[in-house]
């Protein structure tokens, strides 16, 4: 299985700062990695697809990069609304794995 | 736009068959560009990837699943299911049905909200 590895595990931030959150895959993934948000008891939603494209209705101060086994998500300017759990995902191989998460706190 | 809902019993005795059916409205499980997913969060924790099914039936399973799970289709009513065999606590938790494209590098999208299952005597 490939194992993805995030960092940090959480995070406190403020509203307005800059936040960079990594993900890295055991192996090569080329660009099949996504990003999700999930808030409690809600489901995730998929921010990012495909390494770097960011969904319908996504805000821009999204955005993601990387490609092979090193990935990050930026968010540009922390909103209120930010304040989550991310997590990355492979869709390269099965099985499909996640990443244990990025808790992102307000600080 | 499409939408998936999870149904099925909340609880579900040790030893016993879990049964979830995910019903899929706004669009067509047998459109062919997509794999129907199950994923599960344990309380607390973070996400796995139980399979999937492609509208013809081909399915692939995580092997830490084992042999228990069993993820079935019925095109004619548009849904798909999820069966997990000799359940134990350690299969607590929300389970999900969702969508990933089949050939473009997407992620997984639409989710349904989510049903939270609980082994328990």
């Known amino acids: 299985d490939i194992q993805m590895t995030q960092s940090p595990s959480s995070l406190s931030a403020s509203v307005g700062d800059r936040v960079t959150i990594a993900c890295r895959a055991s192996?090569?993934?080329?660009?099949?990695l996504n990003w999700y948000q999930q808030k409690p008891g809600k489901a995730p939603i998929l921010l990012i697809s495909?390494?770097?494209s960011l969904q319908s209705g996504v805000p821009s101060r999204f955005s993601g990069s990387g490609s092979g086994t090193d990935f990050t998500l930026t968010i540009s300017s922390l909103q209120p609304e930010d304040f989550a759990t991310y997590y990355c995902?492979?869709?390269?191989?099965?099985?499909?794995?996640f990443g244990q998460g990025t808790k992102l706190e307000i600080k | 736009q499409v939408q998936l809902q999870e149904s099925g019993p909340g609880l579900v005795k040790p030893s016993q068959t879990l049964s979830l059916t995910c019903s899929v409205s706004?669009?067509?499980?047998?459109?062919?560009?997509?794999?129907w997913s199950w994923i599960r969060q344990h309380p607390g924790k973070g996400l796995e990837w139980i399979g999937y099914?492609?509208?013809?039936?081909?399915?692939y399973y995580n092997p830490s699943l084992k042999n228990r799970v069993t993820i079935s289709v019925d095109t004619s009513k548009n849904q798909f299911s999820l069966k997990v065999s000799s359940v134990t606590a350690a299969d607590t938790a929300v389970y999900y049905c969702?969508?990933?494209?089949?050939?473009?590098?997407?992620?997984?999208?639409?989710w349904g909200q989510g049903t939270l299952v609980t082994v328990s005597s």
């Open positions: 969702a969508r990933e494209p089949q050939l473009d590098p997407g992620g997984v999208d639409p």
């Open positions: 706004g669009g067509s499980i047998s459109s062919g560009y997509y794999y």
């Open positions: 099914i492609y509208y013809n039936g081909r399915t």
């Open positions: 192996q090569s993934i080329n660009s099949y």
């Open positions: 495909a390494a770097s």
């Open positions: 995902h492979q869709s390269y191989t099965t099985p499909r794995t």
